[in-house]
């Protein structure tokens, strides 16, 4: 089946540490997105990426980086710079109008 | 300074009662508007859009009412049932957004609670 895949689906991390978010599609989408949601709140982008090796960033990118070497992979890295990481994040995928989220990671900073 | 605003968090209705779901903006920019519905622990579903050239869009039991010199809109649901219980969140663009193949940011309010009771 066609979708989109985020793992892990919980995510624990020290403070003070980096942690890679994973999300591939094998929808053959073009876009990709990455979306943070705090209890309470809508969906805010971090970081887009409409094509293969380009990228920008969104409403709240300090503290994230992505990379999109292939069109199916669209990682995001929670770096230590972010000051409050502890949320749960949304990859979504679009290809001419037809949008889909994936299931989310929930991340937890101890 | 929040630009799409849900004032509810919660609300509960009967089966097979309407459900309406109000959201409110405050830019004028703003001509593209969608609802998401999520369950817990699931990435959000597109459910019903409409642009600003129309003040209302029908899909089967889901409804959306745009005032535009309100800058309010609303999704009716008829009727409702048990499996609409989730978070719907209402979204807004200044032109086509990205998740519809546009090029332009959508902005999120926080969300609605929709619960509904057999």
């Known amino acids: 089946d066609g979708g989109i895949t985020q793992s892990p689906k919980y995510l624990f991390r020290k403070e003070g540490q980096n942690v890679t978010l994973s999300c591939e599609q094998n929808l053959n989408h073009d876009a990709m997105y990455w979306y943070r949601q705090d209890p309470g709140q809508g969906l805010r982008l971090i970081y887009y990426?409409?094509?293969?090796?380009?990228?920008q960033k969104g409403d709240i990118a300090e503290g994230y980086s992505v990379s999109r070497e292939k069109k199916e992979s669209f990682p995001l890295t929670v770096t230590s710079a972010q000051k409050n990481p502890t949320a749960f994040y949304l990859c979504?995928?679009?290809?001419?109008?037809?949008?889909?989220f994936g299931p989310g990671t929930r991340l937890t900073v101890l | 300074d929040q630009q799409v605003k849900q004032n509810s968090p919660s609300l509960s209705v009967q089966e097979g009662r309407i459900s309406i779901l109000n959201c409110d903006y405050t830019?004028?920019?703003?001509?593209?508007f969608l609802w998401y519905k999520k369950y817990p622990a699931e990435g959000p579903t597109f459910l019903i859009s409409i642009s600003s050239i129309k003040d209302k869009n029908e899909d089967g039991r889901f409804t959306v009412f745009l005032n535009k010199s309100a800058k309010h809109l609303s999704l009716h649901i008829v009727p409702s049932q048990p499996g609409d219980s989730a978070v719907y969140f209402c979204?807004?663009?200044?032109?086509?957004?990205?998740?519809?193949?546009?090029?332009?940011?959508?902005?999120f309010g926080k969300g609605t609670k929709l619960t509904v009771n057999p």
């Open positions: 979504a995928s679009n290809r001419g109008g037809l949008e889909f």
């Open positions: 979204a807004a663009s200044a032109g086509m957004p990205h998740l519809q193949g546009g090029s332009e940011k959508l902005v």
């Open positions: 990426s409409q094509i293969v090796n380009d990228f």
């Open positions: 830019n004028s920019m703003f001509d593209y």
